[in-house]
């Protein structure tokens, strides 16, 4: 069974970077097809959509956040990686690890999700 898991820090400060790492087990990143990529979820908002990273090493990004986010891969370690820099408290969020065949919708695979909070 795929198995998507999130970590990194709980909580950033202001005007710092924030860097997520998801592990995937039992299926390479490198599957043809599939895109890899993070979802949040603020309080009291609906999810959104941050970038993905497809199976060739394409990278996509929200055009929202593009100019904070990077969303890079290490296929030695069957990982994606997440880095929003200048995070604001707004920026405060469950991150979740998502998969699927499409860029942007329709994701098949989460992980658990983690608390990412922005704050001095």
């Known amino acids: 069974q795929v198995q998507l898991q999130e970590s990194g820090p709980g909580l950033v400060k202001p005007s710092q970077t924030l860097s997520l790492t998801c592990t995937v087990s039992d299926r390479s990143i490198t599957s043809l097809y599939y895109y890899w990529g993070w979802i949040r979820q603020a309080p009291g908002k609906g999810l959104e959509w941050i970038g993905s990273i497809h199976y060739t090493g394409s990278a996509y990004t929200s055009p929202s956040l593009k100019s904070r986010t990077t969303i890079s891969r290490d296929t030695s370690r069957n990982q994606i990686t997440l880095q929003l820099t200048s995070v604001i408290p707004e920026d405060t969020a469950v991150y979740f690890c998502?998969?699927?065949?499409?860029?942007?919708?329709?994701?098949?695979?989460w992980g658990q999700g983690t608390q990412v909070t922005v704050s001095s």
């Open positions: 998502v998969s699927s065949e499409y860029v942007s919708r329709d994701f098949g695979l």
